[in-house]
Each structure stands twice: as structure tokens, then as C-alpha cells.
């Protein structure tokens, strides 16, 4: 996974330096983005992880396990029941051509 860290030179100024491709890009953000780009970041998470958290580029992987058990396996039963009555529907309506 990259690693970004970030570096203040500026408390309206982010330097992130992305440790897996060895650069940095240096925005300037006004004090307010920065607040709500701060307001958004979690424990352990860097600037880059928020800025994509937000712009929506998130994967399958992303979403791994943010339903309790009981959820997933309620979600997952009635995926297969709906698979299974549109598989019959598919069926019936082929049968009719």
C-alpha cells in the first residue's frame, strides 16, 4: 500500500510526500479546506487517503467487511434468492420466443 505523509509548511499549505514513488506535491488549500479535509481524516490516515476517500475512486477492497456477519449473510441470501427468481424469469421468457 503507498504511503503518504504530510509535511506543513504552512497551516494553509500541504506538502505530501508519497514515499512509494519518492515525490511530493504541494497544494494550497485555504484554511478552511484544510479544516474540512482534516475533519474527514481518521487515525493513522493521510491526506492522500482522505483526498481519495472523497473523490470516490474506491474499490470492492474499500468496503470489505463493513457489514456485521449477520448483515452479510442476510444481503448475500437474498442476492442469491433474487439471482435465482430472475434466472426462472429469464427461463419462461425464453421459452415464449
Do not use: W
Not at 497551516?11 to 497544494?27: D, G, H, V
Not at 474527514?40 to 463493513?66: A, M, N, Q, W
Amino acid at each position: 500500500m503507498k504511503s503518504a505523509v504530510p509535511v506543513f509548511r504552512h497551516e494553509a499549505t500541504l506538502n505530501i510526500l508519497n514515499t512509494y514513488k519518492c515525490m511530493s506535491k504541494t497544494l494550497t488549500v485555504s484554511e478552511e479546506a484544510y479544516e474540512r479535509l482534516l475533519s474527514r481524516k481518521e487515525s493513522g490516515e493521510s491526506f492522500s487517503e482522505v483526498i481519495k476517500k472523497i473523490t470516490g475512486k474506491t474499490t470492492l477492497l474499500d468496503i470489505v467487511g463493513i457489514l456485521p456477519g449477520k448483515d452479510a449473510e442476510a444481503l448475500e441470501k437474498n442476492i442469491t434468492r433474487r439471482r435465482a427468481s430472475m434466472r426462472q424469469r429469464m427461463r419462461k421468457v425464453s421459452k415464449g420466443l
